[in-house]
C-alpha cells in the first residue's frame, strides 16, 4: 500500500530484517509490545515523551501521541522519521532517525527499542546498520551520532561494533534520577570503509522534499 505521505513508504531491507516506514497500522500491530512494559528490567532507557514508565493504557496513549506529534512536526529545520522494525513480517520494535538544521550540518542521531523477547538476538546492530545506511548512503549525511547510559552495556556495544568512536559523557535522566550518558560519533569516512552491500533502501527520493534536501545531481 503507499501512502500519500512520502515519509510512511520509506524502507530499508537488510537480510535479516526490514525497517518500514510507521503507518498507523504498523503502530498498532506494536500496541500489545508497549502495553506489555518495554522499561520492565535494568538499565533503564531513557524518561522521553513517549515515556515507557507511564501505567496501561496511559502508557500507549503517550506513546502513540508522542509519534503523531513528531510527525505534525516534521520541517526541513527539524525531523524525525519513525520505523517499525519487521523481522519475518513480525513487528518487534522501532527505530527513528532524527535530525535538527541537518541541511546545514548533516548530522544525525537514532532512538531504538526491541520487544524483551528479541533482544540479544543481534537485531540491535542490524537495525542500527539499516538506519545508519539510510542516513549515509540515501540521505547524505556527514556525522552520525549516538548516545546511551553507561551501564546500558548492549547499547553500547552496538556503537564499538559498528565503528563509533567516544565522544566524551553527559547527563540525562531516567525515572526522573540523572545518569551519565556515553556519546558516540561515526563520521561518513569511517562508515564508507566498513559499508555494506547487502542492505536496500526503497522510496527514499519522494521523501527528500519533506526533509528539505535537494537530491543530488
Not at 4 to 28: C, F, K, Q
Not at 108 to 123: D, I, K, N, T
Not at 172 to 189: F, H, K, V
Request: aromatic letters at 10%; hydrophobic letters at 40%.
Amino acid at each position: 500500500m503507499a501512502f500519500t505521505y512520502p515519509p510512511l513508504n520509506v524502507e530499508i531491507r537488510t537480510p535479516r530484517l526490514t525497517l518500514a516506514g510507521a503507518s498507523d497500522e504498523l503502530l498498532e500491530r506494536l500496541v500489545p509490545i508497549v502495553r506489555g512494559g518495554i522499561a520492565d528490567a535494568e538499565p533503564w532507557p531513557f524518561d522521553d515523551p513517549i515515556s515507557f514508565y507511564a501505567d496501561s493504557p496511559e502508557r500507549e496513549w503517550r506513546w502513540m501521541r508522542g509519534i503523531w506529534g513528531g510527525r505534525s512536526r516534521m520541517s526541513p529545520d527539524a525531523w524525525r522519521l519513525y520505523f517499525a522494525v519487521l523481522v519475518d513480517g513480525e513487528a518487534v520494535g522501532m527505530q527513528d532517525l532524527i535530525a535538527t538544521d541537518f541541511t546545514r550540518f548533516g548530522t544525525v542521531s537514532s532512538f531504538s527499542w526491541l520487544a524483551p523477547g528479541r533482544r540479544g538476538q543481534g537485531l540491535g546492530s542490524e537495525m542500527r546498520a539499516a538506519i545508519l545506511h539510510l542516513a549515509f548512503a540515501g540521505l547524505g549525511a556527514r556525522e552520525a551520532g549516538s548516545d546511551a547510559f553507561t551501564d546500558n552495556a548492549p547499547s553500547n556495544r552496538v556503537s564499538q561494533r559498528l565503528g563509533y568512536e567516544r565522544n566524551g559523557t553527559d547527563w540525562d535522566s531516567r525515572r526522573g534520577q540523572p545518569a551519565q550518558i556515553q556519546r558516540w560519533r561515526l563520521t561518513r569516512e569511517v562508515w564508507e570503509r566498513n559499508r555494506r552491500d547487502d542492505i536496500q533502501l526503497g522510496n527514499v527520493a519522494e521523501c527528500l522534499p519533506v526533509l528539505g534536501i535537494t537530491p543530488e545531481g
